[in-house]
């Protein structure tokens, strides 16, 4: 069985689809650890409900991001994780981790990278008054939301949106774009050559 880990700092709306997914069938994995820099997530109590594995790591008990991210790193090691998923980790993460978890490492975002990355991306979408956002599943790298695209959904901004409206039907295709783009990774259909991948077709 694939193992997954799962980074999370808030409510932890995609572990919950994630898992979900995996109670479904759809995807073949276990979540075998969940890491949240905030002790007060409600994503914890989540995983206290359904007997999932979790620590808490606090940036402040380390002297350095490079120290909090090595433990990080440790801790993932451990658990032997096939895939390590951000799920709403509200920290950029040191280029030594992304070197020791290589195109391992994935991230939801709530656009159509490149386009709105960073914080707010839905608000940011909404002001600009595009047509079509969305959501893209990449590969973690070095810069803030550049990886390598895995998986690109649209949702179409309606006359009647509002930037909560939006938001919302954003989340819902997240929820479905995610286990998704983890199986692809577990699968061992992605093939990455420099900014690209070439996902390879399901047997």
Known sequence: MKKIAVLVS???SNLRALYGAIEQGKLGAEICIVISNKSKAPALEFCRDKNIP???CKLKDFESREAFFDHLAGILASSNADLVVLAGFMMLV???FIRRF???VINIHPSLLPSFPGLDAQ???FDYGVKVSGCTVFIVDEGCDTGPIIIQRAVEVLE???NETLADRILAVEHDTLWR???IMLDGR???SGRKTLIKEDQ
Do not use: F, S
């Open 10 to 12: 808030g409510r932890g």
């Open 54 to 56: 979790y620590q808490v």
């Open 94 to 96: 040191t280029p030594n």
């Open 102 to 104: 290589k195109n391992r």
């Open 123 to 125: 608000q940011q979408a």
């Open 160 to 162: 009647t949106d509002t």
């Open 181 to 183: 783009a983890c199986k």
């Open 190 to 192: 992605v093939n990455v």
